[in-house]
């Protein structure tokens, strides 16, 4: 069993930074592609970014890209979150899928551990 734990939300202002951070339990998990994701007040939950096992290839979605990244350092993944807007508020969720040497994916239903999740505001 993986646990993941993550840590790094907060309240910041818009156009503001924010790094969120997520450990992943377990000697395998090193080897696990992982991803976060996202659920606003009232909506569903939605991919954020993903990457492979080994931080070679990255995936996201398009409302964030060239503003967020995303990296992975064996049982750590991270995300780098710049110029934040209003509309990036929300639960953010970091996920793992239990394939080694695995590919990222954007699908939430491949990812079989997910943390508890951090909030992120954005103030206007």
Do not use: H
């Amino acid at each position: 069993q993986v646990q993941l734990i993550e840590s790094g939300g907060g309240l910041v202002q818009a156009g503001g930074s924010l790094r969120l951070s997520c450990v992943a339990s377990g000697r395998t998990s090193s080897y696990y592609p992982m991803g976060w994701f996202r659920q606003a007040p009232g909506k569903e939950r939605t991919f954020v970014a993903t990457v492979n096992w080994n931080n070679y290839s990255t995936y996201y979605a398009d409302s964030v890209k060239g503003r967020f990244t995303i990296s992975k350092d064996r049982n750590t993944v991270y995300l780098q979150m710049n110029s934040l807007k209003p509309e990036d508020t929300a639960v953010y969720y970091c996920a793992a899928k239990g394939v080694r040497y695995g590919s990222e994916d954007p699908t939430p239903d491949a990812y079989d551990y997910w943390g508890q999740g951090t909030r992120v505001t954005v103030s206007s």
